[in-house]
């Protein structure tokens, strides 16, 4: 019988990352130089769980906005419930505070949070609470992480309207007039942009980031990645587990090494580990007469699927 998995592929909690020299050296150059780090690569190839992983490690604030085709560079930093403000105007319910219709966004929690609790002195500031309580119950420790995630979804204008909140760490709500910058006891932010890069980015934006791409899967990074998962789940290590995880490490590369004949799209580690928790849960193994099919499931996935 199955396992059941007590936890999601994806979680973003930050426990476990591989993180590799080169990619640590490039979040402290951003960090030094005040600079976004803008982290590109394979889909699956682990850019939005740096964030977290180093969030968690440094005990840091930690948010997140993933982007889409519809969002808008205020979304990070405001929203402004015009919809529910004009229903409670309609209401004659009394003189309204704007404050109580604003919505910071991720880039206002982690350069301003107590402008952020406040609503920029509009409410008093115990009245709301930081997001990032949910991922760490500290009492609002200085500096934060924030991750936007796959902003080459959205519309090119996006990139080029965050340049000035990015570079001065302070911008104007646009529908209160209220100021926000960076306060001296939030420390610098660590802000972590990930591009799939299906859409090219404006010149002047990359120019104010620090880029580094996350390398493909390597067959000794795969093995390591898949040990610290397990170790974090607390599941064991018995000889089997270990073929078990350099067989799938084995079969992602070749799988990689054929993929650019055009018949399969390149497998990532994400996939790797989908189909390590699939061998394990349903104890398939390679001698197994199911793997051929698990291995079409989770790592030869065909180039056009999903088209």
Not at 50 to 61: E, Q, T
Not at 196 to 220: S, Y
């Amino acid at each position: 019988m199955a396992k059941p998995i007590t936890h999601g592929p994806d979680s973003r909690d930050g426990h476990v990352y591989d993180m590799p020299d080169d990619l640590r050296l490039a979040i402290e150059v951003a960090l030094a130089a005040d600079r976004p780090l803008l982290l590109s690569g394979d889909p699956g190839s682990g850019k939005s769980s740096v964030a977290p992983y180093y969030a968690r490690l440094k005990g840091l604030r930690y948010y997140e906005h993933v982007i889409t085709a519809r969002t808008q560079a205020t979304d990070l930093l405001w929203t402004f419930d015009s919809v529910r403000r004009l229903g409670d105007a309609q209401a004659h319910r009394g003189r309204l505070n704007d404050g109580d219709y604003v919505v910071p966004g991720v880039l206002w929690w982690a350069l301003a949070p107590e402008s952020a609790r406040s609503r920029g002195g509009l409410l008093a500031p115990s009245l709301h609470r930081d997001p990032a309580e949910r991922f760490h119950h500290r009492h609002h420790p200085n500096g934060a992480v924030v991750l936007i995630d796959e902003i080459d979804k959205a519309d090119p204008d996006l990139p080029n309207s965050l340049l000035v909140p990015l570079a001065s760490h302070e911008f104007t709500v646009g529908d209160t007039g209220t100021p926000v910058r960076r306060e001296a006891d939030a420390g610098p932010p660590l802000i972590i942009i990930t591009t799939n890069n299906e859409r090219d980015l404006p010149q002047a934006f990359l120019r104010r980031c620090v880029t580094f791409t996350l390398p493909g899967p390597t067959r000794e990074r795969l093995v390591s990645i898949a040990r610290l998962h397990l170790r974090h789940e607390r599941r064991g290590l018995p000889e089997t587990t270990r073929d078990l995880i350099v067989a799938l490490a084995d079969e992602l590369m070749r799988v990689r090494a054929t993929a650019d004949l055009g018949h399969q799209r390149l497998p990532s580690t994400a996939e790797y580990l989908d189909a390590l928790r699939a061998c394990l849960a349903l104890g398939i193994t390679p001698d197994d007469p199911r793997w051929p099919l698990l291995r079409s499931l989770t790592l030869a996935k065909p180039a056009e699927a999903g088209r």
